[in-house]
T-cell receptor, first 114, second 115 residues
Framework: DARVTQTPRHKVTEMGQEVTMRCQPI?????VFWYRQTMMQGLELLAYFRNRAPLDDSGMPKDRFSAEMPDATLATLKIQPSEPRDSAVYFCASAWGQGRETQYFGPGTRLLVL | KNQVEQSPQSLIILEGKNCTLQCNYTVSPFSNLRWYKQDTGRGPVSLTIMTFSENTKSNGRYTATLDADTKQSSLHITASQLSDSASYIC??????????????FGTGTRLQVTL
């Protein structure tokens, strides 16, 4: 049963600390998305990659967030330095195709920045 | 400004009953509309994806409709079950090429099915 996996599932950290979230897309999928979800804003697309190349990261605060895909089986989202307003659930999703394909979401990383 | 509005914000129905969730959008140019189901504490799961030319699409007891002229979509759930209790999120893509970067998200409808 192929799934998107994310680690850690929960993270509590102090303001100013670096946070790294990891995602393993479904094997064979060529597109990876990072989303953030909060009660106030709902779901927001932060960035996405196709064939490991970043296609759009306009939803991401550039000064503190960075997203990479070191290889086809790993995507990372890093926040440095973290702030309380970054507290949210961060979802990774993967898909195969060119844009209209079904996205499969991971279970999310619940981040709390104190 | 691209917007997606969903109604109602929340809904409680008895098990076995039908219900309809609404999604109105002002997104241009329209590419596709997706409905997701999100259980508490989990990631969203795709229910349907509809393009401009599709009026209706079903996935089991879920049926989505799309009226591109009025820019409205609905998600109809038939013979509801307790497991249908979740948030349902409408997402519209504004990209002419269908790329993900132009997604606009609704805030969701919270459905609770009770005995």
């Amino acid at each position: 049963d192929a799934r998107v996996t994310q680690t850690p599932r929960h993270k509590v950290t102090e303001m100013g600390q670096e946070v790294t979230m990891r995602c393993q897309p479904i094997l064979g999928h060529n597109t990876v998305f990072w989303y953030r979800q909060t009660m106030m804003q709902g779901l927001e697309l932060l960035a996405y990659f196709r064939n490991r190349a970043p296609l759009d990261d306009s939803g991401m605060p550039k000064d503190r967030f960075s997203a990479e895909m070191p290889d086809a089986t790993l995507a990372t989202l890093k926040i440095q330095p973290s702030e309380p307003r970054d507290s949210a659930v961060y979802f990774c999703a993967s898909a195969w195709g060119q844009g209209r394909e079904t996205q499969y979401f991971g279970p999310g990383t619940r981040l709390l920045v104190l | 400004k691209n917007q997606v509005e969903q109604s109602p914000q929340s809904l409680i129905i008895l098990e076995g009953k039908n219900c309809t969730l609404q999604c109105n959008y002002t997104v241009s140019p329209f590419s596709n509309l997706r409905w997701y189901k999100q259980d508490t504490g989990r990631g969203p799961v795709s229910l349907t994806i509809m393009t401009f030319s599709e009026n209706t699409k079903s996935n089991g007891r879920y049926t989505a409709t799309l009226d591109a002229d009025t820019k409205q979509s609905s998600l109809h759930i038939t013979a509801s079950q307790l497991s249908d209790s979740a948030s349902y999120i409408c997402v519209v893509s504004a990209s002419a090429t269908g790329t993900a970067s132009k997604l606009t998200f609704g805030t969701g409808t919270r459905l609770q099915v009770t005995l």
